[in-house]
């Protein structure tokens, strides 16, 4: 097996995508390929609405909850997720798409930031990169 890590993220839960970013980015640091799949709610993150729009996966109190976290990560020095999607890219990370995702959603490529994307597939994209890879992950 190649030195990659391919995740499956399928929440967009804030939480969860900060997980998702942070060990894809640590992997690339280490010198691995990297792909993130984007699958259900995952993929509507990577509409022109944004990373940050999720709610978190518990205690999200309406809101309060997100706020407070975001206020602790603030006061840590954590990046932003739109910094480690940023950062992400700029290492050299991959981002797919599902094809079959998007037309169940009703999303369409218009709707998505294709700056972010590099290619749209299905679970045979996934497999394909998942099938070489020594670290596999769902989130």
Not at 106 to 122: F, H, N, Q, T
Request: hydrophobic share 45%; with cysteine.
């Amino acid at each position: 097996m190649a030195d990659h890590t391919t995740i499956v993220v399928s929440s967009g839960d804030m939480d969860k995508l900060y997980s998702a970013l942070i060990i894809a980015n640590g992997s690339l640091s280490m010198g691995m390929a990297v792909s993130l799949y984007f699958t259900f709610w995952g993929l509507e993150r990577l509409t022109k609405k944004g990373l940050a729009k999720g709610p978190l996966s518990r205690m999200n109190l309406l809101g309060l909850g997100k706020a407070f976290m975001k206020w602790r990560m603030k006061k840590a020095n954590v990046a932003s997720l739109e910094r480690l999607m940023a950062d992400y890219r700029d290492l050299g990370g991959k981002v797919i798409a599902c094809e079959m995702t998007m037309e169940i959603m009703g999303l369409r490529r218009e709707d998505m930031r294709e700056d972010w994307i590099d290619e749209y597939g299905a679970v045979g994209t996934y497999v394909r990169d998942a099938r070489q890879s020594c670290i596999t992950l769902y989130v």
